[in-house]
T-cell receptor, first 115, second 110 residues
Framework: GAGVSQSPRYKVAKRGQDVALRCDPISGHVSLFWYQQALGQGPEFLTY????????KSGLPSDRFFAERPEGSVSTLKIQRTQQEDSAVYLC?????????????FGPGTRLTVL | QKEVEQNSGPLSVPEGAIASLNCTYSDRGSQSFFWYRQYSGKSPELIMSIYSNGDKEDGRFTAQLNKASQYVSLLIRDSQPSDSATYLC??????????FGQGTTLQVKP
């Protein structure tokens, strides 16, 4: 079947604008993760969902970042009042079960550029 | 101290040689470890996972884990130009999140 998909692939925002990034996980995958990858760095964890429950949001850098997965499938990461330091690639990953050492499959990412 | 440390490189090896990629981690509670490969402009893809001390082999790849030394490595035998990429070490943190190092860039020269 299809892998993890993300949209849009590229997003340019003016500083102060709000953006919404979408992730469609692999069908049937329980766990969904969001990571942020700055240029030249490894991905950094943002938040984790098991079905519709947000079990860990310890990586969200500020209260401008908000994520949801209301029906336990598609997830949206919203960034309010974007700042230049928010420029990064936002990666979504899903895995089959919850909280364990299952393989995380990554989507292609959304490259966000804040001007 | 970073949670996961990797030499950023670039590590340059000739085609056919063995590439050795190293990683140290700070959380003694980590039990599961993953190596991801990331080509430029692409997303990470899983290469190897290792959970027990010792070696784990899969084709040209061997992962090595030493929990006492908090050290994990990846060996790539018979390196090919197509192996040129950034290799990310990632212990599994609590709640199942991956804690990535900054990655080591490998260049395999024909």
């Amino acid at each position: 079947g299809a892998g993890v998909s993300q949209s849009p692939r590229y997003k340019v925002a003016k500083r102060g604008q709000d953006v919404a990034l979408r992730c469609d996980p692999i069908s049937g995958h329980v766990s969904l993760f969001w990571y942020q990858q700055a240029l030249g760095q490894g991905p950094e964890f943002l938040t984790y969902f098991q079905n519709e429950a947000q079990l860990d949001k310890s990586g969200l850098p500020s209260d401008r970042f908000f994520a949801e997965r209301p029906e336990g499938s598609v997830s949206t990461l919203k960034i309010q009042r974007t700042q230049q330091e928010d420029s990064a690639v936002y990666l979504c990953a899903s895995s089959l079960t919850g909280g364990g050492a299952d393989t995380q499959y990554f989507g292609p990412g959304t490259r966000l550029t804040v001007l | 101290q970073k949670e996961v440390e990797q030499n950023s490189g670039p590590l340059s090896v000739p085609e056919g040689a063995i590439a050795s990629l190293n990683c140290t981690y700070s959380d003694r509670g980590s039990q599961s470890f993953f190596w991801y490969r990331q080509y430029s402009g692409k997303s990470p893809e899983l290469i190897m996972s290792i959970y027990s001390n010792g070696d784990k082999e899969d084709g040209r790849f061997t992962a090595q884990l030493n929990k006492a030394s908090q050290y994990v490595s990846l060996l790539i035998r018979d390196s090919q130009p197509s192996d040129s990429a950034t290799y990310l070490c990632a212990p599994l943190g609590n709640t199942g999140k991956l804690i990535f190092g900054q990655g080591t860039t490998l260049q395999v020269k024909p």
